[in-house]
């Protein structure tokens, strides 16, 4: 009789993206004519910009020839590509990496979510709560926690709550911790972590053995100069921290798909007997094992963000979503709401007004404003009381959706 994983069993069932489909689609049918705005998704909306379509036009004529046609290319990434990634992402801000530190892939969800299987299950996972839900359903299937609880989250994980009083960066936990995922800018909160509270988690990791997963998909959207883009800013970083980075946000890759994760030739776990393991070398053994390599076009697209008229054209997409985060922020706070994120991220957090319940402000915003947001609720207990607006979406969307806000009576 063939068994199933029952820690599959345990995961609750991917609530909050199809619950707000359902009440979208309700109120669509209800009333027909209404002119929905969007800003609950994470994902892009500007289409690719000319640089990186011709790049991967020219990928695709060189897959039409026998003299440059390409199978199979490396696992880890073609050499081209990572070293880019090297020279243009991380030399500026001082950080060296050698090739082999560097692995692309095909989406950062997978890398962020497989790296987790490298480690025991006897690890103990913390959590950021609100928290990106891959960090934690991936844990679950793994078999690292216990069953789903009542009032929410999984028994065995340690969720850091983030919220205003800690500027949504989470405390050192109080109990000892092994895997640590950190994601700064952060998605929902749109909250930045600056080099000093980086430094108390390095010091944190490195001196309970412990390592961070870093996920810096939105590391493109820092605006203020004083924020770390990369985690090996902070010094001793490359003995604790993997960090995930995606083109997907940054370039617009959503669809296409490339990413990459940096595994330092530093960085060390240990075996029960406590010898220290090469992270790096059994990433590598993981990694060229279950995958065969992005597509040579998408490589050859992602090197081309690294060009000069690459670099211009992305950073005016860039520009035109924190312009919109930029317009929701100035709309709300001078209608009276709190609000946090949306100057180093594309993500605005607003905390709902009189206390009302995150899904009740989805629902009177649906209801009055034909304008959709994501819950807090959604990412986790603490975000109960907030809910997050997307700047991914046509500037004039975003003004209309601001106009509609300002109309709204509670
Ligand atoms: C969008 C996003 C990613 C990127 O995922 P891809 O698979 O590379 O598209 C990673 N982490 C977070 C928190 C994200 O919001």
């Not at 053995?209 to 985690?231: N, T």
Request: hydrophobic share 40%; glycine share 8%; aromatic share 12%.
């Amino acid at each position: 009789m063939i068994k199933i994983n029952e820690n599959f069993l345990k995961l609750q069932a991917g609530y909050l993206f199809p619950e707000i489909g359902r009440r979208v689609a309700a109120h669509a049918a209800a009333n027909p004519q209404a002119p929905i705005i969007k800003l609950g998704i994470g994902d892009v909306t500007e289409p690719l910009p000319p640089a990186i379509i011709e790049a991967m036009h020219a990928a695709v004529d060189e897959m039409a020839r026998d003299e440059t046609f390409r199978g199979y290319g490396p696992e880890q990434g073609y050499e081209f590509l990572r070293k880019a990634v090297i020279e243009n992402d991380f030399l500026p801000r001082g950080v060296d990496l050698e090739p082999d530190e560097v692995f692309i892939s095909d989406g950062s969800k997978c890398d962020v979510g497989n790296f987790q299987e490298i480690f025991g299950l006897d690890n103990v996972v913390a959590v950021t709560d609100p928290v990106y839900p891959v960090y934690v359903d991936t844990n679950v299937m793994a078999g690292r926690t216990g069953d789903a609880l009542q009032q929410g989250g999984y028994g065995q994980i340690v969720y850091m709550p983030c919220i205003a009083e800690n500027n949504f960066v989470p405390e050192l936990p109080a109990e000892p911790v092994d895997l640590v995922y950190l994601c700064y800018p952060n998605n929902p909160t749109g909250a930045v972590a600056g080099a000093e509270q980086l430094s108390k988690w390095v010091d944190y990791a490195r001196q309970n053995k412990a390592i961070i997963l870093f996920d810096a998909a939105y590391e493109a959207f820092i605006s203020d100069p004083a924020i770390p883009h990369s985690i090996y800013e902070i010094d001793g970083a490359k003995e604790v921290a993997v960090e995930f980075r995606s083109f997907s946000k940054t370039a617009g890759f959503t669809g296409i798909r490339c990413a990459l994760t940096v595994v330092p030739k530093a960085l060390r776990a240990y075996t029960a007997a406590g010898a220290a393991v090469d992270v790096k070398a059994i990433w590598n053994r993981r990694h060229s094992t279950k995958f065969n390599g992005a597509s040579y076009i998408s490589q050859a697209g992602a090197a081309a963000t690294y060009t000069p008229e690459g670099k211009t054209q992305i950073r005016a997409i860039i520009d035109l979503y924190m312009s919109n985060a930029a317009t929701i922020r100035r709309s709300l706070t001078k209608l009276g709401y709190e609000v946090y994120g949306g100057v180093n991220a594309p993500y605005v957090w607003l905390k709902t007004p009189d206390g009302v319940g995150s899904w009740d402000f989805f629902d009177i915003l649906l209801s009055k404003a034909d304008v959709v947001g994501t819950p807090g609720a959604g990412f986790g207990a603490w975000g109960e009381g907030y809910f997050r607006l997307s700047a991914f979406n046509k500037p004039e969307s975003v003004k209309e959706a601001m106009d509609r806000f300002a109309k709204l009576i509670w």
